[in-house]
């Protein structure tokens, strides 16, 4: 099965923020499912309310997508965990420092609009 290193939230509950973690998920043959953990994610298809998977065992909407080099994954403000297994390479390959934190604050990505926002 082919992995990747991706930003998984769970958005169960507030669907705007939930709980974020960087970590290896597993593809299925097809790509078509993803795997992480326990949770077997399929995709909304673009019908999804700040989610793009629904784990289909619980019912729970998650945010998967690739790990930004910026570290601001999250959508507002908050702290991301990322799994021990791929902390060295998350932080080698994809931030490109030299880093052993197992936790780090995402701005968020509307931090930047908002500013974007009222400079007009």
Known sequence: MKTRIMYIENKSGDELNGAGRIGRVRFSKTGKTIYYRDAELQSLKGYGFKSNYFDVNTG???????PKKNGQDTLYPDHIE??????EEYWRDVRGVDCDLSVFKSQGSTVGWRAEQYRR
């Open 82 to 87: 990322i799994d021990e297994d791929v902390r």
């Open 60 to 66: 729970e909407h998650y945010w998967v997508s690739g």
